[in-house]
């Protein structure tokens, strides 16, 4: 039974990663010592083929899965959606915490707080310009947004974007988009003091830049692979041994990737390991120089730039990517360049190779930089938003 005197926050998601585990995992050891009491939810096993719910033994019985098979779309589900309000009606929470404002479960879940002014949290890491904004949605938005009473947003584009919408910048807090740093802070720092051997196990090159993701277009892969060809072919012209390129993922764009890598004739090595786990990522930034994010479109936060920056990496990324205001400084952490930009994305690659003496430092430097979005940071923004929702739901 849950501890009378204890406030209770229902907290949910379609379903659970590996990040989303890692986050619930610290809200609940710090839940412990607070005045609340946490019930975590994933909607469905799994959402789609490529997204499944993954718990650890020690989540299994922490976390409700409320449709345990898969769901197309968890959001709009009406057996997920039934689930929800027999859970809400069931436990009484005090605050409920949604992950975006889309999807007839979430406003749900919404409805469920006002009628019994009960607290809402939006968790958000949506960006202005992601994509263009028709003025008719943009209204639908700020009603919508109006009606929480506060939020979590990843970093500082999404917050601006929340107060563009009408919630008050009082109660919006950040630092929602955390991974596991001190896991990719070591598995690479594992990997490093055996170098030699652990390249010869992965069979990587000396020297190279690292991306990952899934092959998906907002990603822009086949992009990247044009830039490294731009510069590698430089490096082969000056008489000089380019760096090669990883990119681990896999996805429905891998062909168009494989057909910019058959288009370098022998303008630099492209490596292709596919889908790896988290662990096996690691391992391949604790061997890498440096880290690439080529997104082109919608790049709401990209994760995968803490784990690089946790693993002591410097980043090039691009300017749409949310977590550059947050964690890119330039010729200190690491470089962002114009989105889309091919020539430019080539030319820092060249800065990298000519500078490859600096770039420890940079990488401790992006190390010390991630620290502020730590899971530490994240369980106590966590309760944080939900107390500045509490005391707002009081007041409507």
Not at 334 to 360: I, K
Request: proline share 5%; glycine share 6%.
């Amino acid at each position: 039974m849950a501890e009378k005197s204890k406030k209770r926050i229902v907290v949910y998601w379609s379903y659970f990663q590996n990040y989303h585990s890692a986050r619930v995992r610290e809200v609940l050891r710090l839940s412990k010592t607070s005045n609340w009491e946490v019930f975590p939810l994933a909607l469905a096993g799994s959402a789609n083929d490529h997204h499944q719910s993954e718990l650890s033994d020690d989540l299994a019985g922490r976390v409700e899965v409320l449709v345990p098979e898969r769901v197309d779309d968890p959001g709009c589900n009406p057996r997920v959606r039934a689930a929800l309000k027999n859970l809400l009606d069931r436990v009484q929470p005090d605050i409920v915490m949604t992950p975006g404002y889309d999807g007839s479960v979430t406003f749900d879940a919404v409805r469920w707080c006002r009628r019994r002014r009960k607290g809402a949290v939006l968790m958000f890491d949506t960006q202005e310009r992601d994509r263009p904004r028709p003025l008719w949605k943009e209204w639908l938005k700020r009603h919508v947004v109006r009606r929480y009473d506060a939020a979590f947003a990843s970093g500082i584009t999404s917050r601006e974007y929340l107060v563009k919408l009408g919630l008050p910048a009082e109660r919006v807090v950040t630092g929602y988009d955390a991974v596991d740093n001190a896991f990719f802070e070591a598995r690479s720092d594992e990997v490093r003091r055996d170098a030699c051997a652990w390249r010869n196990r992965l069979s990587l090159p000396e020297a190279y830049f690292l991306a990952a993701g899934r092959m998906i277009p907002k990603k822009g892969f086949p992009f990247l692979v044009r830039a490294f060809g731009r510069y590698a072919k430089r490096e082969i012209q000056s008489g000089r041994v380019p760096w090669a390129l990883v990119i681990i993922g896999d996805g429905p764009e891998r062909a168009a990737v494989e057909t910019e890598i058959s288009r370098l004739d022998k303008h630099g090595q492209v490596f292709l390991p596919g889908y790896l786990s988290s662990l096996e990522t690691a391992q391949y930034m604790g061997l890498a120089n440096g880290f690439v994010m080529p997104s082109l479109c919608e790049e709401q936060w990209g994760l995968v730039v803490n784990e690089a920056m946790a693993a002591g990496l410097p980043v090039i990324a691009s300017d749409i990517c949310g977590a550059t205001k947050d964690l890119v400084v330039d010729d200190v952490t690491g470089f962002t360049f114009p989105v889309g930009d091919e020539a430019r994305l080539a030319t820092l690659m060249d800065v990298y190779v000519r500078e490859n003496d600096r770039l420890s430092a940079m990488g401790i430097a992006a190390r010390k930089r991630v620290e502020a979005f730590s899971l530490d940071n994240f369980a106590r923004q966590f309760f944080h938003a939900a107390d500045l929702a509490l005391a707002h739901a009081r007041t409507r």
